[in-house]
């Protein structure tokens, strides 16, 4: 599905294909051929790692509850202390997360595209089911 329109979700400093770029947390931002926009210059590709950390697609005005719900999903599983392992267990294990992963990665997750994009819901229901 090719979204349409984006927010920032934390405050965006990178190197972006037009330059360097410093971009506000909340800025609305479009797509537009694949590339996210920023004052009418491409600013990085719609899948690109930059696009997975700074923005969340907002076509059903849920952009800064989706980025939030992101933020501590990753920001959850990233923290290494007693319960690392058994968050991820439960990633693994849960039949909702698998449409998230990445398949050509057998052995470990990589989060895809449509979980950047995801459903609110769904969004939550990972974040409940890790302790986000």
């Known amino acids: 599905m090719q979204y349409k329109n984006y927010l920032c979700r934390k405050r965006a400093r990178f190197d972006g294909i037009s ?31 930059n696009a997975y950390d700074f923005f969340s697609q ?10 939030d719900l992101v933020g501590r999903i990753l920001s959850r599983l990233q923290k290494r202390d007693s319960g690392y392992q058994a968050r991820w267990n439960k990633v693994w294990e849960d039949a909702r997360c698998q449409k998230y992963k990445r398949p050509e990665h057998e052995d470990h997750w990589i989060w895809n595209f449509d979980f950047y994009n995801g459903p609110v819901e769904d969004l939550r229901h990972i974040a409940g089911l890790i302790g986000a």
């Open 58 to 67: 907002n076509d059903d005005g849920m952009g800064r509850e989706r980025g």
């Open 19 to 49: 330059g360097q770029v410093n971009i506000p947390y909340g800025t609305a931002l479009i797509c537009q051929d694949g590339f996210l926009m920023h004052q009418n210059k491409p600013l990085c590709g719609i899948t690109s790692q």
